[in-house]
């Protein structure tokens, strides 16, 4: 806060100065890049070309151009090219291939000279040889990486089953922890763990995190990479883990849906942790009668609510509690890396679904209305209490008492009063706490 305080009044001094504004763009630059700070934090507008960034729907090769832009303060329009619309556009590219980079009319491809040329232009390549050369390094080994996960994962690969199922083999036993393996060692090797090559953001940082939002949107390769970076590579995984958080503010662009019926119920849980986290998403809630047809559309995994859809990579998620833990992990809420404390989130979810569980299995069922009457009878006077009284005894073992577990929010933000909200379940919640 006291760096971006002092950057604007420099900034803005420098103008009254009557600098020119070649200076105070070069001023600005070089502040983001010594700092690793983005320009859209510091107020700082670069002047800017018309730029256009084409691409497909998806991360693949053009992320790390886009991560640069977006870094660099570069405002550029995103155009991402469906599948079906591409021989419309392969013959304005050279090459007829994209990622293709647009500048006042002038087309530069291959991914590698723009990532280059925009690195020399805006302070990402490094001055010195020995720098410039692990960079270079860096990139090459994570494009060999890339091109023979490619071939074994992707479905336009053109190898047949056989050939595929050697060749992902191959990059999981051999080819995969040689190669991850090495770019471990050169950010082991590097005197900031918090880059791969120098004190700042290279080409190869972007490169590095592009392949890694890949990994994470791509669900072969999140199969494929994930895991064994995670378990085997701590370092590597910690250090792409940490920059990701850098673009959070690019990747919050992204338009997030939650698909849900109108009410609270699942959904609200959900709803709740986006609210706290002051992400932007669409709230799309469907009505009960709408529902047999719009499950049918294609859109919904498994047939079932809720779901969250990121827009425009395509990327879905399905499962109440599979989405609690990937938005939770991915944001902060979710202790992973403690054992303990994982333990007492589960411990409450799983507890607060035994509620529902328990009375969504008599109230939807077709069962009499006398042994429906029976059984809410003795949910509300034997399960519902002693679910209350062991939530009571875990509430009083946590040292702060404004939360459940630890002393910030987790993905813990499911409240009885989402589910008394809900018009056909009823549990009862604020009539047994008032009680106590």
């Not at 090459?95 to 530069?108: F, T």
């Not at 590597?236 to 119920?265: H, Q, S, V, W």
């Not at 990327?315 to 109440?320: G, P, Y």
Request: glycine content about 6%; overall charge positive; charged content about 30%.
């Amino acid at each position: 806060d006291y760096f971006n305080c002092v950057a604007k009044q420099c900034f803005f001094f420098s103008s009254r100065r009557r600098h020119t504004r070649c200076r105070e763009v070069s001023w600005a630059r070089r502040c983001v890049q010594e700092t690793g700070i983005n320009a859209e934090y510091m107020g700082i507008r670069i002047v800017r070309k018309d730029m256009k960034l084409y691409y497909f729907d998806g991360p693949g090769r053009a992320e790390a151009i886009r991560l640069l832009l977006f870094h660099a303060g570069l405002k550029f329009e995103d155009v991402r090219i469906k599948r079906e619309d591409w021989p419309k556009y392969k013959d304005k590219f050279e090459l007829k291939q994209v990622p293709a980079l647009e500048i006042d009319g002038k087309i530069l491809t291959q991914s590698y000279a723009i990532l280059e040329y925009l690195g020399s232009k805006y302070g990402y390549l490094p001055k010195t040889y020995d720098k410039l050369y692990k960079v270079i390094f860096v990139m090459n080994t994570a494009e060999d990486i890339y091109r023979k996960a490619y071939m074994a994962l992707m479905p336009s690969s053109p190898l047949d089953a056989k050939a595929k199922d050697e060749a992902k083999k191959n990059i999981l036993e051999v080819d995969g922890p040689l190669h991850l393996g090495a770019l471990f060692k050169k950010l082991s090797e590097n005197e900031s763990q918090k880059f791969i090559v120098g004190h700042k953001y290279t080409i190869a940082d972007f490169y590095l995190l592009g392949f890694w939002a890949t990994v994470l949107q791509n669900p072969d390769f999140n199969a494929t990479f994930y895991e064994v970076i995670k378990t085997k590579m701590p370092g590597l995984f910690t250090y792409l883990d940490e920059r990701m958080k850098d673009f959070n503010p690019y990747y919050k662009k992204c338009a997030t849906k939650l698909y849900y019926f109108d009410a609270a119920g699942h959904g609200e849980m959900i709803r709740l942790m986006l609210k706290a986290m002051k992400f932007p998403f669409e709230d799309i809630r469907i009505k009960i009668e709408d529902w047999p047809k719009e499950k049918e559309t294609g859109k919904f995994i498994l047939k079932e609510l809720p779901v969250v859809a990121c827009e425009p990579c395509g990327v879905k998620f399905a499962q109440t509690d599979a989405i609690m833990h990937r938005i939770g992990g991915r944001y902060g809420y979710l202790p992973i890396n403690k054992p303990e404390k994982l333990y007492k989130v589960v411990w409450w979810c799983n507890t607060w679904k035994d509620l529902i569980v328990n009375y969504m299995g008599f109230a939807h069922s077709s069962y009499s209305e006398e042994k429906k009457k029976e059984f809410r009878i003795y949910y509300f006077t034997k399960i519902v209490p002693s679910l209350f009284e062991a939530m009571e005894s875990k509430i009083m073992m946590n040292k702060c008492s404004d939360y459940l577990v630890g002393k910030s929010y987790t993905c813990l933000l499911y409240t009885s009063d989402a589910a008394d909200d809900t018009p056909c379940v009823d549990l009862g919640g604020r009539r047994i706490i008032k009680k106590k």
